[in-house]
């Protein structure tokens, strides 16, 4: 195994999806603090990992395998979690417009991960790599805004009661603010995984006529 800096940085993002899926389901703020720390840690990771190989020129081909798969695990770990605490516990982390996140959200945005996946390997047999683009990029940005954010809600939804500042103005002033933003940013995330994919298709459709090489 090629452990150049970048790849172990992958690797320890891996490593840390079952901890992101175990804490949000125990009780109390703390723990869901850690996990958003823990998340917005791995998310820069994400993008200092690439930007170091790059700068190295540690382009791995371990690497290439490793960083999408980490990106689908932790997005598993997260949506689960995020929807079945919100499913169930709608009385405490009732989003604005959205309430729950709809099971249906969860399952677009893990599907159009896995058929964007099999895409790639079926062009990589005709002989074209497809690389990350544009609505892409700002897609995986707004998705992890949205899942940033959920986590965020569910820690300050925990902790207003028994820090004594539920009827507080300015928790009130924020419980509208981040209610907002997370149903928000569900929305865009939402909207880009439909347009990218979308994109994807249309940009490499000659390929539904090209002969496999």
Known sequence: ???????????????????????????????????????????????????????????????????????????????????????????????????????????????????????????????VVIAAQGPGKLKHVFQSMFIGGTIAWFAFRNAIKPLGCEQERAALWWNQFHGGFVAVTLAIALVLTIYSFVIYLYRYRELFTQPKR
């Open 1 to 127: 195994m090629n452990w150049t800096l970048p790849n172990i940085l992958t690797v320890a993002r891996i490593a840390i999806t079952p901890v992101v899926a175990l804490l949000p389901f125990i009780e109390g703020y703390w723990p869901k603090v850690a996990c958003f720390v823990i998340f917005i840690a791995a998310a820069i990771t994400d993008i200092v990992d690439g930007h170091l190989a790059r700068r190295n020129n540690q382009v791995t081909d371990l690497g290439k395998l490793l960083d999408p798969l980490a990106d689908k695990l932790l997005l598993l770990a997260t949506l689960v979690p995020i929807w079945w605490i919100s499913e169930q516990r709608h009385d405490l982390y009732d989003i604005p417009v959205w309430g729950s996140i709809p099971l249906w959200v969860c399952l677009l945005m893990l599907g159009r991960e896995v058929a964007m996946t099999v895409f790639r390997s079926w062009a990589q047999g005709r002989g």
